[in-house]
């Protein structure tokens, strides 16, 4: 599991030269392969595995793996927002709707919201929330299937527990 630094592509090469992945698993002799992604205005966890078919698994809606996301973002989301976001939404490429929403604080001109979906499309939290006038100001996945970022610091790694990845194994039947 890694948690990627604020500015880290999460792909493994990156044309303006920024820190990739890769730059955090170097020193790692086998082939690994990331759960997910996270573009580079998103922080937060990814799971990290030797095993493609375990990664596919974890990744792929049909195993309905829910991940959760904290944002940050721009107003007060008020109970008419909260009701629009749980009963779904229709974007551009289809539509989504989360499987929790749940705010967790309230500022006079921000708001913390925790989304979990079982989906990934490409920016879909950020879309999500454009799309009822709440733009994402700050964005990170905190928790994938039972494993949790918790207090890990930016940029640092952990392997997972033996119930993590339990847990996850017997979600994606393997």
């Not at 730059?23 to 990331?34: A, C, I, M, T």
């Not at 966890?45 to 078919?53: A, F, H, S, V």
């Not at 539509?95 to 001109?109: E, I, L, N, Q, Y």
């Not at 990934?120 to 994938?144: E, K, Q, T, Y």
Request: net charge neutral.
């Amino acid at each position: 599991m890694v948690h990627t630094p604020r500015g880290v592509v999460s792909t493994l090469s990156d044309p303006e030269g920024r820190p990739t992945l890769a730059d955090l698993v170097e020193r790692r002799k086998e082939r690994l392969f990331h759960v997910g992604r996270l573009d580079t205005d998103t922080e937060g966890l990814i799971i990290l595995t030797n095993d493609g078919e375990f990664a596919h698994r974890l990744a792929h809606p049909s195993y309905e793996i829910p991940k959760t996301y904290l944002a940050e973002v721009e107003g007060v989301v008020d109970a008419v927002v909260l009701k629009r976001l749980r009963g779904g939404l229709t974007l551009e490429d289809g539509p989504v709707r989360p499987d929790k929403v749940t705010v967790t604080s309230r500022g006079a001109a921000k708001s913390l919201v925790e989304v979990t979906l079982h989906e990934g499309r490409n920016h879909i939290v950020r879309r999500m929330f454009d799309a009822v006038g709440h733009p994402v100001r700050r964005l990170s996945r905190i928790r994938i299937g039972p494993v949790r970022l918790g207090q890990l610091p930016q940029g640092a790694s952990r392997e997972l527990t033996s119930e993590e990845l339990g847990a996850l194994l017997d979600a994606v039947g393997l």
